[in-house]
């Protein structure tokens, strides 16, 4: 089966702690995002790669960091630096110059205390 | 600048009534992407409709339709004889041209509540 997966679901951290959040896709797509949300809003991106060791921020990438050294993987370290790191995370991925075809992966839930 | 409201937060109905979702969007691209997803509970995003902005006719599917009317920016979402199943998120999102942006614009959502 080919899709994007993103492990744990859930994940709970000590504030202060780095944590890194799993993304994995078999769909062969180029580019991989990363987008927070946060109850009664919408999705918001935080990083985005359009192809393997290359990476751009979006418009919330303070306190976050990414890495992308193989093309099935685009993993996203929380850092302590994230003033408020507990939100629902999702991952995507699309095709090369389609970037308006974008699959989403099931979420990793982050509650930070 | 790209934005798109979702000016209704929540929404209740009875089950088997109509419902309608409202989406408004800015953008001055001439060439750009609509779309609607639904977020149930799980929270994984479904995606329901991709429109691109040359393309303005009206899609049935089932028991949803979308209404795309570029003259208002406007992209609803309307359901129709809604069931208890029905009940999850609804987000709206544009997206601009790929030589553009890559980016996703999404709505804040509008959580539907079917009643029994």
């Known amino acids: 089966d080919g899709g994007i997966t993103q492990s744990p679901k859930y994940l709970f951290r000590k504030e202060g702690q780095n944590v890194t959040l799993s993304c994995e896709q078999n769909l062969n797509h180029d580019a991989m995002y990363w987008y927070r949300q946060d109850p009664g809003q919408g999705l918001r991106l935080i990083y985005y790669?359009?192809?393997?060791?290359?990476?751009q921020k979006g418009d919330i990438a303070e306190g976050y960091s990414v890495s992308r050294e193989k093309k099935e993987s685009f993993p996203l370290t929380v850092t302590s630096a994230q003033k408020n790191p507990t939100a629902f995370y999702l991952c995507a991925s699309s095709p090369t110059g389609r970037s308006y075809e974008q699959y989403f992966g099931p979420g990793t839930r982050l509650t930070v205390t | 600048a790209q934005k798109v409201t979702q000016a209704q937060t929540e929404i209740s109905v009875v089950e088997k009534e109509d419902v309608t979702l409202d989406c408004v969007y800015e953008?001055?691209?001439?060439?750009?992407?609509l779309f609607w997803y639904k977020q149930p509970p799980s929270g994984e995003l479904v995606f329901l409709i991709r429109?691109?902005?040359?393309?303005?006719q009206n899609e049935i599917s089932g028991r949803y339709s979308w209404n795309f009317q570029k003259s208002t920016s406007s992209f609803n979402f309307t359901i129709t004889a809604s069931q208890v199943v029905d009940s999850a998120v609804y987000f709206c999102?544009?997206?601009?041209?790929?030589?553009?942006?890559?980016?996703?614009?999404f709505g804040t959502g509008t959580s539907l509540t079917v009643i029994p």
């Open positions: 429109r691109n902005s040359f393309d303005e």
């Open positions: 953008t001055r691209d001439t060439t750009y992407y």
């Open positions: 999102a544009l997206s601009r041209n790929p030589n553009t942006g890559n980016q996703f614009y």
């Open positions: 790669s359009q192809i393997v060791n290359d990476f």
